[in-house]
């Protein structure tokens, strides 16, 4: 089964406008981290957010943050006043348990912002 | 501080070749992967080490070997190359559980 899901492949956003990119997850385990990476027309994967499974508060970075709702097993990444830059490939991944260090992907969400 | 390396950045081999993909990184991580991107499949663990001298298996290790005799490296082995093989590797290293995973930049591999 599946550990991340991600059901948007692609997705279209106005220049300056806010962006909702799905995420949904798939553990038993009470114990893990879920992460966002973006990965520009380059290639290379930059780490965005952070949300670990205990904490409290929704994790925040900048214009980024982590819509996390714990019940329904969801980690959504909301990008604020999108820009021309945010268009890239972004990536949901989860690591499970205590000291497993692995991390699960999913299949990915293209942004493409429009001027 | 350099981050982490990979070399090569383009490789092309002929189908039964092998060769070895290099990473090293300068920042005292003890964790250590590789993955691998396929188009529509995100990035697929291959092998992983969580110190020097232990490694183990991800999610699709057949075909790849994996040592780690020192900290800062990770080399990857293909060790007879198949059309399947081709994709683009990265290699990535962390410190703690609730840190990041650092990227490599990647190899683009492709096996004819």
């Known amino acids: 089964a599946q550990k991340i899901t991600q059901t948007q492949p692609g997705m279209f956003v106005q220049e300056k406008e806010a962006v909702t990119l799905d995420c949904t997850y798939d553990?038993?385990?009470?114990?893990?981290?879920l992460f966002w990476y973006k990965q520009p027309s380059s290639g290379e994967m930059i780490f965005l957010i952070y949300?670990?499974?205990?904490?409290?508060q929704n994790a925040t970075e900048g214009r980024y943050s982590l819509n996390f709702q714990k019940a329904r097993k969801s980690a959504n990444l909301v990008i604020s006043a999108s820009q021309l830059g945010d268009s890239a490939m972004y990536f949901c991944?989860?690591?499970?348990?205590?000291?497993?260090?692995?991390?699960?992907f999913g299949a990915g969400t293209t942004v493409t912002v429009r001027a | 501080n350099a981050g982490v390396t990979q070399t090569p950045k383009f490789q092309v081999l002929k189908t039964g070749q092998s060769m070895t993909l290099q990473c090293a990184q300068d920042m005292n991580h003890e964790y250590m992967s590789w993955y691998r991107q396929d188009p529509g499949m995100g990035l697929r663990l291959i092998h992983y080490?969580?110190?020097?001298?232990?490694?183990d298996q991800g999610e699709v290790p057949n075909g790849y070997n994996v040592s780690r005799s020192t900290t800062e490296d990770f080399p990857l082995r293909l060790l007879s190359a198949a059309p399947s093989q081709t994709s683009v590797y990265f290699c990535?290293?962390?410190?703690?559980?609730?840190?990041?995973?650092?990227f490599g930049p990647g190899t683009r591999l492709t096996v004819l």
């Open positions: 553990t038993s385990d009470p114990s893990y981290g």
């Open positions: 949300q670990g499974s205990y904490d409290q």
């Open positions: 990535a290293s962390s410190q703690g559980w609730t840190g990041e995973q650092f």
């Open positions: 080490s969580v110190g020097a001298g232990i490694t």
């Open positions: 991944a989860m690591r499970e348990g205590l000291n497993d260090y692995k991390l699960s």
